[in-house]
């Protein structure tokens, strides 16, 4: 099977260059503009009269989702976000001009925090949903607004407002349908190679992605999913060690983990310090340490790289072992394309359950 065409084709596909996930930012909206005094002094105009404007009002700072943007490093360099201030009114009641707001891009998924023991002032899930953090400060009243039967010129007009000045924590969440799980090596990059366009880095070496990569799959031009190649995690993950905290997180709102395990080949006179039933359990556990809810999410067992004879060889007995714990299992080899068909109409089958279990969940 070529990859790449077939049965399944590709949307839309996004590897992140640099991945910063949680950034700290302060939002200043712009202050309104002052009231204006001013009296009428045309030569025509009996009496003349107070005719000061109002101010305008300063610009809002606004966070808006978008899937154009996929991580907040481009925020990295723009910490200050300030809207502009409103001008002030002027002569003969003219309102001054409001200040331009700002909208600034931030991935879909973000969760938007105040620093100042705020607590969670949004959590941006959609594609153009819009948060204003910092509200511009109204424009200060004209001396034309103050006139009255009793007080026909008044002198005085009204000071703009402040507008609103926030500190804010940003934390992003990748919201995908499908988190690959699975210690650093077992061949996660290279499988969403084969099921998308991605270009992660892979070698014949172990080492452990950096940053995840996102994926759209459209299988047979009916069903689509993202898919989250979440980098390898190691023992101690839940704690913090390695990357910890940074990649678990990301694995909160997937709806189903792909669990891939491999088998390491045995040498002669060196024992394996690795072995795929020992490794699903010890991650199993670090997921259970971190939040035992994400422990709980269905699981699809993936045995990768079966084209290796020695892989082969345990793969009956692995299906065999998971079959019985009740876990979905697949054999494939990323490389090869051998057997990846099978695993995406099992994907598709396993979302489909969870979303039919989700809606039939009672709302809370």
């Not at 003349?48 to 154009?68: E, I, K, N, Q, T």
């Not at 006179?269 to 010890?282: M, N, T």
């Amino acid at each position: 099977m070529e990859l790449g065409k077939g049965p399944f084709a590709f949307v839309r596909v996004v590897t992140v260059a640099l991945f910063v996930d949680e950034i700290t930012l302060w939002a200043h909206a712009g202050k309104g503009g002052d009231g204006a005094v001013y009296f009428r002094r045309e030569k025509f105009v009996p009496r003349g009269g107070p005719a000061g404007g109002d101010g305008g009002s300063g610009g809002d700072v606004c966070l808006v989702a978008s899937h154009r943007v996929n991580t907040l490093s481009h925020l990295r360099f723009r910490r200050n976000l300030k809207a502009k201030n409103g001008a002030p009114g002027g002569k003969n009641q003219m309102h001054g001009r409001g200040g331009a707001s700002i909208e600034v891009e931030v991935p879909v998924g973000t969760l938007v925090y105040g620093q100042d023991d705020d607590g969670l002032l949004g959590d941006l899930v959609s594609d153009g949903q819009r948060l204003i953090v910092a509200r511009g400060g109204k424009g200060g009243k004209g001396n034309a607004r103050f006139a009255t039967a009793t007080h026909r010129s008044p002198d005085f007009a009204e000071k703009g407002e402040a507008g609103e000045s926030i500190a804010l924590r940003l934390e992003m969440k990748m919201l995908a349908d499908v988190g690959l799980l699975g210690f650093p090596s077992v061949g996660k990059s290279t499988l969403i190679r084969a099921v998308s366009n991605a270009k992660p880095k892979v070698a014949a070496y172990p080492f452990t992605t950096l940053t995840p990569n996102l994926g759209v799959v459209v299988w047979r031009d009916e069903v689509d999913f993202v898919v989250a190649d979440i980098p390898g995690l190691i023992v101690g993950a839940s704690a913090g060690r390695g990357l910890g905290h940074d990649f678990l997180r990301h694995l909160e709102r997937t709806a189903l983990l792909l669990h891939i395990i491999e088998v390491t080949e045995e040498l002669e006179g060196v024992e394996s310090e690795r072995d795929p039933i020992g490794d699903f359990e010890r991650l199993n556990a670090e997921l259970t340490a971190y939040a035992e809810d994400l422990a709980q999410r269905p699981q699809v067992v993936v045995l990768n790289k079966v084209d290796l004879t020695h892989v082969r060889a345990r793969s009956e007995g692995l299906a065999q072992y998971f079959g019985d714990a009740g876990y979905p299992f697949a054999a494939v080899s990323a490389a090869t394309g051998e057997g990846m068909d099978a695993l995406l109409a099992l994907i598709v089958g396993q979302l489909a359950e969870v979303r039919r279990d989700a809606e039939a969940a009672p709302q809370s």
